[in-house]
């Protein structure tokens, strides 16, 4: 996994542990808006690691000169 996808998936899930556990500030809001970024953010990375894998499955040839 790409270290991104894993730093997005542990702010997510501090941030949804704070937010939705019933405590209650006056920022609260604010965190909770965070956790919906982070969750967006871990699926767009993941789908990036899906679709552009880090090796290319093309293998390249030389080119033969005369």
Avoid: C, N
């Amino acid at each position: 996994m790409k270290r991104k996808t894993l730093l997005f998936l542990v702010l997510a899930l501090i941030t949804g542990l704070i937010g939705f556990t019933g405590l209650s500030f006056s920022g609260i809001e604010v965190v909770r808006v965070m956790f919906l970024i982070f969750a967006d953010l871990v699926i767009v990375s993941l789908m990036a690691k899906l679709f552009f894998p880090d090796k290319p499955k093309v293998k390249y040839q030389p080119v033969k000169s005369e």
